[in-house]
């Protein structure tokens, strides 16, 4: 049982590239998120979903995209990288209480 | 948006020493959660609250909801080097929006 899968663990961007921050979940949870940590601060929600095909942006989406085809995986797209999303990204899934954490990609964009 | 402001920001105790944060909300929450995050890695949850004024306990750690369901506490008692880490409390609707927010943390730093 794997929990909660993120990848790549690190990356290094430039401005202007696109790229897509992988999240997997085998627990079947039906509710996910994806967070970024700048340093030193907290969690921040960018978007998150409450099952497949559904999604709702959180308290800062600009800059990024998401899906949820299915239930195991929920994407995240950079389209044009900028040196403002330089943070690391935390994609977690929950099923009633307990939010379960990936251990987190790490991005810079130069 | 909602907003969860937690203080304080940051704390450097002696081994021993109890230690108390706190965590307020501009809106109101029907779950209050609080997370540990040690370096390089995702935040584990270590208390959830489900009802205003529950009081609940793991260990040394004791933490409260809120009368007002717009704020919540956490207490560590006989602090000890491994408790070194930063503290977060989340806000949840749960069976509503399902959003969960988090506050910006507290950086527990522990004096052998």
């Known amino acids: 049982n794997a929990g909660v899968t993120q990848t790549p663990k690190f990356r290094i961007l430039k401005i202007g590239q696109s790229m897509t921050l992988q999240c997997t979940q085998d627990?079947?949870?039906?509710?996910m998120y994806w967070y970024r940590q700048d340093p030193g601060m907290g969690l921040k929600l960018i978007y998150y979903?409450?099952?497949?095909?559904?999604?709702d942006k959180g308290e800062v989406p600009n800059g990024y995209n998401v899906s949820r085809s299915t239930t195991e995986d929920f994407p995240l797209r950079l389209e044009l990288a900028a040196p403002s999303q330089t943070s690391v990204y935390f994609c977690?899934?929950?099923?009633?209480?307990?939010?379960?954490f990936g251990q987190g990609t790490r991005l810079t964009v130069v | 948006g909602q907003q969860l402001n937690q203080s304080p920001q940051s704390m450097f105790i002696q081994e021993g020493e109890d230690v108390s944060m706190n965590c307020t909300s501009s809106?109101?929450?029907?779950?209050w959660l609080w997370y540990k995050q040690e370096p390089g890695e995702g935040p584990v949850l270590l208390i959830a609250?489900?009802?205003?004024?529950e009081l609940t306990s793991n260990g040394r750690l004791t933490a409260q909801f809120g009368i007002t369901r717009k704020d919540s506490f956490l207490n560590i008692s006989a602090s000890i080097p491994s408790d070194v880490g930063i503290y977060f409390c989340?806000?949840?609707?749960?069976?509503?929006?399902?959003?969960?927010?988090f506050g910006k943390g507290t950086k527990l730093t522990v004096n052998p």
């Open positions: 989340a806000g949840l609707n749960q069976g509503g929006s399902e959003k969960l927010v």
């Open positions: 609250l489900y009802k205003a004024g």
């Open positions: 809106s109101i929450f029907n779950t």
């Open positions: 977690a899934s929950k099923e009633n209480t307990e939010a379960f």
């Open positions: 979903s409450v099952g497949a095909g559904i999604t």
């Open positions: 627990m079947n949870h039906n509710y």
